[in-house]
């Protein structure tokens, strides 16, 4: 399966909406909302906007942006700031967030290192990703993320999904 495959055989709004609800999911937006720095943040791959809400309640100004279409018309109906737009080409100015975030969304791209690049190209403060750790039950990952942890930090394996 390649990029575009992945990308068609991922859900819909509906399930996405209910999926974020549980409470793992939650608990990861609630981390991500503590560790956010700065008035400013863009969420990259923000799906449903679930970590944009969370976000504004903290009262930060977020920008959503996600490649696919229902996702922002969905975003955009609960009100956040939504764009269609390929992470891996943003069309803002270096250091203009504060805080960029990809909440498992590294895991999806062909090549992760494009998206971190323009990650740290607009971010003035912090780039915060999370990715899901040995998840292999998910068709639309390319990637299979390991993480080692060890005494002074961790390391983490990305492998190619087979067949990718």
Request: charged share 25%; net charge negative.
């Amino acid at each position: 399966m390649n990029y575009e495959e992945a990308y068609k055989a991922y859900p819909g709004v509906e399930w996405l909406v209910n999926e974020t609800k549980h409470e793992a999911h939650q608990k990861r937006y609630d981390a991500i909302v503590e560790k956010t720095h700065g008035p400013t943040a863009l969420d990259i791959g923000a799906g449903v906007g679930n970590l944009a809400i969370k976000l504004q309640e903290k009262g930060i100004l977020v920008t959503c942006v996600d490649v696919k279409e229902e996702y922002v018309e969905h975003m955009r109906r609960l009100g956040l700031h939504a764009l269609k737009i390929d992470g891996t080409k943003l069309p803002f100015p270096d250091k203009l967030f504060d805080t960029v975030i990809l909440s498992e969304i590294v895991e999806h791209m062909e090549n992760p290192g494009l998206l971190l690049a323009e990650a740290f190209r607009v971010a003035k403060v912090q780039v915060i990703f999370t990715v899901p750790i040995n998840c292999h039950d998910q068709p639309w990952h390319l990637w299979i993320v390991g993480v080692v942890k060890n005494g002074y930090g961790a390391i983490f394996n990305f492998e190619r999904e087979e067949g990718m």
